[in-house]
């Protein structure tokens, strides 16, 4: 799904130059589930907006493939990365991000908007997004009228409605507590094994991390891969075969 | 989903959006009333010439008189003895002449030239005239030096000044065709009693007298008036407003022209315009059609215009506009200033909504769309307020004067500024210190009579084409407010904005 080469990212701040990522190198394979650790400022997030074509690296390459065709994100026009955001990219923020104004089920239709589907065929998808992460009955509530749980569902039932092949998560179970956490990642293992997703998960959280096929380790800009278990996900039983630090 | 974005949206921020659209309210409003009013008083400057010449004229053609065409020969001495000279004691003295009154003429041709014009709708001549009668003896006196001449007004010697009998009176000579029916200053009149004039008098002796000189001359309906040593019958009096330019005597034109001399010609042209749009058009057909014409309109006429209408005028123009648009850039400045606001306090939505695949125009449309309808809402009230304003304006103003003062010189019809102008030209008759003498009210009360006063009532009324204005001003407050926050939230880079802590 992704191919990235001698990708670095420099911040600017003042004179003084911030390297987030030193050369990173990255196979990630279609279907895979991949785990992102690391000290909070080591670049965990940006290596992700990077995938999510939220931002443009200063130097390498970032190559896509989504139905047989290769794109190179860093170096598209802003236009078409935009347009593969709206297709083929799915996110999840830490702090949920709904838009406070919209309703759950309003909510989920705003990922349709850009695809131009429909207002009867958005609100029918919508509403069968919001029943797969189990909230059907909350589509008319206010994001401050539902638990973080359950703002955090309405985003996966966001991210998932126009069923693109990726999923980007930055710290999705950063703001819950254990037991919604758990549900969470089983929510959205589920929902990895059902649609074969690709996924790409950054957290601070090991329990969390252990659950992916794959971990990678962010520190000083570079990315060290921990563990490489190239599982199917049918062949995944949650558990984790292989401990990994704990990290940030 | 663009329209349940945008209400929920402004439902969630109502006091906001409140004040931004209170704010374009109070500049639109304010921008309808001061043009509204700028209009009101545009509409009663065009009373004031309307009350001066005429219901429908909306154009006055006067021109100046050619060198020489008052010299005192005109006044009759000479006609009436063939000399300069003083005639010798004891000689009876009866001068009756018409003579037009300080304006140059126009032929009938240029009426019909003006007529013809477009966007004229009728054209009317007139002939404002003064009958002078001198009646008397010439007295045994000699006064030698002649010492009384140049003093003009002071007068003769004691004997002198017993022996004659000046009277003036003012004639107008009125256009009875039925396309001039309501043109010239005889239109403002109510007939009190008798008939008015009909198109078969045109060549009959009958004359309309004003009501008040009627009432000082003891002249009723049915009574005769010599003019020109002939004998008019009268046949209707007739009471003008105050304000306007009022005449003694009304008599068809074909009679004035004939007694006085000037046939064929008039001194005035009244003229309506067939819509108040085309009178700068007319006016300017008519320049270029009579060179050294003066001609006036309800906008020249303005410029001439003393009292509070001008006062009005001034306040509107120049206080009232700085004013309107003060507050309107000052609404403007609020609203983008509030909006860009808003945006800042939304970037992580807008972030959000970009990494979902929102494109730059379509998060700019949400916010220019938002911006937008707080414009129009203001827009509305705007109007609504303008509308009020204006209705304050007309209820609470009061009435307004407007003087037209001798300073209009030889463009007010009515020739009475040569009376104002002091001494009378006595040519070489010595002595004759006209203004001083019996007559001498009569001229200093036409000479007074070169200040028209008029009152009307100011109305701001609200056009079209100010509420098109409102509309436009609401919409381009909308565009600049929700321009700038939606410029402001589609350069933001989605990671950038993500990143922002709210």
Redesign the interface.
Known sequence: MYKLTAVTKDYYKGNVVVRALQGVDLDIADGEWLAIQGPTGHGKSTLLQMLGGLDRPTSGSIEFRDDHRGTDLAHLRESQVTKVRAESIGFIFQTFNLVPTLSAQENVETALVPLKVPAHERQQRAAEALDSVGLSDRARHLPSELSGGQQQRVAIARALVKQPPVLLADEPTGNLDEDTRDELIGLLERLWREQELTMVLVTHDSTVARRAQRLGVMQNGRLAIRRDRQLAPDDLSGSGATSAPPLG | ?FL??LT??L??RARQASIIALGLALGIGLVITVTALSSGVKNAQGEVLHSLYGQDTDITVTKQPTAGEFSPRSFGFGGAFGTAKRPAAGTKIDVDTLRGGGLGTMTDANVAKVAKLQHVAAAAGGLTLTDTKITGTIPAINFGSGSGGPAGGSGGGGTFRGSFTPTSVSVDGVDLASSAAGLGPLSLGKLTAGRTLAASDNTADVALVDANFAKSAKISVGATATIAKTIFKVVGIVSVPASASSYDYYIPLGRAQALSGLKGEVNTIYVAADSAASITTVSNSISAALPHVTVQNSASLASQLTGSVASASSLANNLGRWLAVAVLAAAFLLASLLTMSAVARRV??F?????????SR?IVRQVVGEALVIGLVGGLIGVGLGFLGSALVGHFAPPLTASLGSTTGTSTPGGARIFGGGGFPAGGFPGAGFAGGPGGNRFRALGQGAVHTTQVHLSAPVTAAAIVAAVVLAIAGGLIAGGLGGWRAARL???AA??RVE
């Open positions: 989903m349940t974005y929920r949206e439902r969630r992580r939505e972030g959000t909504l970009k990494a979902l695949g929102w494109n379509r880079r989605p990671a993500l990143a």
